[in-house]
């Protein structure tokens, strides 16, 4: 699979904006949950880096609870931007390129 136009872009702009506040999708928070790992959609979270896993994975990202002390590795593609986020748009597109490509490729 070929890498997202402008991945890498946003890959970088992304660490200067570190940590970012995020959220859960619920279907996200759903999968967590039956790993024993509960984060509420509801409840902010931060993505505190965005390390590069390649063409195949696709961005990911490090997101901690800021309250504990509870790291996980989620792809970018199952986390909410707030809408005011100077880079909301271009996460928004990416989002939306890399769930229609992955559903393309199954």
Known sequence: ???????????????????????????????????GKHIDPDQEIEIVDVPDSGDMGGIVCVISKREEHQVLIVSLTHLLIKPDHPLSDKIASYQKKRIRRLKRYG
């Open 1 to 35: 699979m070929k890498p997202i136009k402008g991945s890498e872009t946003l890959l970088e702009e992304m660490k200067k904006y570190l940590p970012v506040p995020a959220h859960l999708t619920r279907e996200s928070s759903k999968a967590l949950d039956k790993e």
